[in-house]
C-alpha cells in the first residue's frame, strides 16, 4: 500500500516550511531514511528523509511552495499502486479552516461556496484590498469614506445579491463616484445565487455531489483573502493542483483585464467583484493587514468600515486609480526569517531590562600576533581573523567570569560549565547565529576553521537547526563595515549577554604619559540585569580588554 512522505518538524516555533528542491524524480527508489527533498523553514535548510523504502509514485509537493506540519509532499510505494486522488489529510484541514465561514452561509442568503465562506474569513482583508482600489466611495446612500467596506462585501462576486451592476468593480476602476447601490436592508429578500461555473483546474467529485477541487492551503488561504473562487484558477503543480503563484497569477490577470474596463459588468468573470478586489490585492498588498483581524460582519463590521475607508482615503488622495501609489513602494511580505527575526528581538526588547557599556580597547598587540600568525599560511583562507582573536579571548574572559555565561529559562538562572560561543552571521535577507560549541576548550586555528565552515554553510542555506542550538554568549562584529563604533545589541534570549564589535581606528591616546596613536576598536556590552549586575559586567570588560591588550598571554592561558 503507497504511504505518504509528510512534512516533519523542524524546530519546536515552526508551522510551515518552504520546498526548496527535489532530489528524487517520479519512478525512482527511495531507500529508507534518504533524503527525498530539500525543505526551508524560517532560517534553516533541512533534508526531509523517507521513513520507509519505496518507488517515488507521485510529487504532491511544488519547489517555492510552503506546506504545514503534516501536511503531504508525496506518495512512495510499490511500481503501478493507485495513489488516493482525494485531498490529504492536510489538505482537508486547510480546506476546512479556509470554509470557516459556514455559519455565516447560513445566516446570510445568497452566499454561496467558496465565496461565503472567503467573505466569513476574511472580511476585513477583502475590504481594505477592495478599498484600496476603490478610491472616494461608491455612489449611493452610504458616506464616501465607507466606500472600501461597500466594495470589500459587493466584492464577493455575486455573493451580494441586490448589488445594480458590481460596486467592487466600479469603485475599483471609476476611482470616485462609482456607479453601485446601497447594500440592502437587513431583511430584504435576496436573490438566488448565482451558479458555479465550471473548473478549469484538477479536482473531483465527492460521495456528495460537490465538486472539489485540488489546492494547496495557501493557495486556497490566499484565494480566500482575494474573494477568487478556486476553482476558476487553473493550476499548473503536480496533477492540475491550484499552488499560490497560480491564484497569484490569476489574480494579476483579472486585474489587468479589469484595469481596462470603466465599470465593470454583473455576471462576468473579469467585470466581477472578484475583479475589484484582485485589483485591489496586486496595487495594494500591504493594507491588507489592517483589516485581517476582521472576522466576519455583524459586531466587527465597524472594524471593516475602518479599515476599507482608511484605504480609500489614501488611494482617494493619488487620483482615481490605485496603481500609481502602489507603484511607488515595493512590497515584502513580514515572513520566514524576517518574522522569526523581528519576534524574537521583540520579545528580548520587551521582557528583558538590558543594559548596555561602552569601551574601547588597544588592539595594536592583536594586529601584530594576528599578522605573526598569518605569515606563513599557505593558504589564505585558513589565515586568521580579527574576529577569531576576539572570539577566542571573549571565550577566555567568560571563563573567568562564569556567571556571564548563562541563560534564564524556566523561571531560573542556568550558569553553564562551558563556552558554547554564537557568533551572528549576516545573511542577504537577514540574521543567523551558529555556535561554536565549547570554545574554551578549543585553540585559536580550531575557532577559526570551525568558524569559517559555519559562516559558509549559512550564507549556502545549509545551515541546520542543531547548528544554532545551546549557545550560552553571543559575538557580534559590525566592524568589517567601518562605518560602526558602538552600538546597543539586542541579546539573543535566553542568553544573558551579548558583545558588539565595532570598527578599529587610529586614535590618539596617552602612550607612556604622551599623546600617541594607536589603533582602537571599540566593544559594546548588553547584559540582563536580572542576572548580572553592573560590576559584574564592568570587571569582565575589565578582563576582555586586558586579554585584548596582551593577547599572547591570553592564549597561553594567562590571566590578566
Excluded: C
Amino acid at each position: 500500500m503507497a504511504f505518504e512522505l509528510v512534512m516533519p518538524r523542524f524546530g519546536m516555533t515552526m508551522k510551515t516550511a518552504k520546498v526548496i528542491q527535489w532530489l528524487k524524480e517520479e519512478g525512482e527508489f527511495v531507500e529508507k531514511d534518504e533524503t527525498v527533498l530539500v525543505a526551508e523553514n524560517e532560517k534553516f535548510t533541512n533534508d526531509v528523509q523517507s521513513l520507509g523504502a519505496g518507488i517515488l509514485l507521485r510529487k504532491v509537493a511544488r519547489e517555492g511552495e510552503e506546506y504545514a506540519i503534516g501536511e503531504v509532499l508525496a506518495y512512495l510505494g510499490e511500481a503501478g499502486e493507485a495513489v488516493p486522488p482525494a485531498q490529504t489529510g492536510g489538505e482537508a484541514a486547510a480546506a476546512a479552516g479556509a470554509g470557516g465561514g459556514a455559519g455565516s452561509a447560513g445566516s446570510e442568503p445568497g452566499f454561496a461556496g467558496s465565496a461565503g465562506a472567503g467573505l466569513a474569513s476574511s472580511a476585513g482583508d477583502a475590504a481594505v484590498a477592495a478599498g484600496s482600489a476603490g478610491g472616494t466611495g461608491v455612489a449611493g446612500s452610504e458616506p464616501a469614506g465607507s466606500a472600501g467596506l461597500t466594495a470589500g462585501f459587493a466584492g464577493f462576486a455575486g455573493t451580494r445579491p441586490g448589488f445594480a451592476g458590481d460596486a467592487a468593480g466600479a469603485a475599483g476602476s471609476a476611482g470616485g463616484a462609482g456607479a453601485g447601490a446601497p447594500i440592502p436592508a437587513a431583511g430584504a429578500s435576496p436573490g438566488p445565487a448565482p451558479a458555479r461555473e465550471t473548473a478549469p483546474g484538477a479536482g473531483w467529485t465527492d460521495a456528495g455531489g460537490r465538486s472539489r477541487v485540488i489546492a494547496s492551503p495557501l493557495a486556497k488561504k490566499l484565494a480566500s483573502q482575494l474573494g477568487i473562487d478556486i476553482s476558476r484558477v487553473q493550476g499548473r503543480g503536480a496533477g492540475g493542483r491550484v499552488e499560490k503563484a497560480d491564484v497569484e497569477e490569476y489574480a494579476k490577470t483579472v486585474a489587468a483585464s479589469a484595469a481596462g474596463r470603466p465599470g465593470g459588468g454583473a455576471g462576468t468573470e473579469t467585470g466581477g467583484g472578484q475583479a475589484g478586489i484582485a485589483a485591489g490585492y496586486a496595487a495594494g498588498q500591504a493594507t491588507r493587514a489592517a483589516g485581517q483581524t476582521v472576522a466576519g460582519r455583524g459586531a466587527d463590521q465597524a472594524a471593516g468600515y475602518d479599515a476599507g475607508s482608511a484605504a480609500g482615503r489614501d488611494t482617494a488622495d493619488a487620483g482615481s486609480a490605485s496603481l500609481p501609489v502602489a507603484a511607488a513602494y515595493t512590497s515584502v511580505h513580514y515572513t520566514g526569517m524576517r518574522k522569526a527575526i523581528g519576534g524574537n528581538m521583540s520579545q528580548a526588547w520587551t521582557n528583558i531590562p538590558m543594559v548596555t557599556h561602552h569601551v574601547t580597547a588597544d588592539v595594536g598587540e592583536l594586529l601584530e600576533l594576528r599578522e605573526k600568525l598569518n605569515a606563513d599560511a599557505a593558504d589564505k583562507a585558513g589565515r586568521i581573523s580579527v574576529n577569531d582573536l576576539l572570539m577566542k579571548l571573549t571565550a577566555a574572559a567568560l571563563v573567568q567570569t562564569p556567571v556571564m555565561n548563562a541563560t534564564f529559562e524556566s523561571g531560573e538562572i542556568r550558569v553553564y560549565k562551558h563556552v558554547n560561543l554564537g557568533m551572528a552571521t549576516a545573511l542577504e535577507n537577514g540574521l543567523i547565529v551558529p555556535v561554536i560549541g565549547r570554545a574554551e576548550e578549543k585553540n585559536l586555528f580550531e575557532i577559526g576553521r570551525e568558524a569559517r565552515a559555519l559562516g559558509a554553510k549559512a550564507r549556502s542555506g545549509r545551515l541546520t537547526y542543531d547548528d544554532t542550538l545551546n549557545g550560552t554568549f553571543t559575538v557580534t562584529n559590525l566592524g568589517g563595515y567601518g562605518s560602526v563604533d558602538y552600538f546597543t545589541p539586542i541579546i539573543n534570549p535566553p542568553q544573558a549577554a551579548i558583545l558588539g564589535v565595532g570598527r578599529i581606528r587610529e586614535t590618539v591616546t596617552p602612550v607612556n604619559g604622551e599623546p600617541g596613536i594607536r589603533p582602537m576598536i571599540a566593544l559594546s556590552l548588553t547584559y540582563d540585569h536580572r542576572i548580572i549586575d553592573g560590576a559584574v559586567a564592568a570587571e569582565f570588560m575589565k578582563i576582555l580588554t586586558g586579554f585584548i591588550d596582551r593577547p599572547f598571554r591570553a592564549l597561553m592561558g594567562e590571566k590578566p
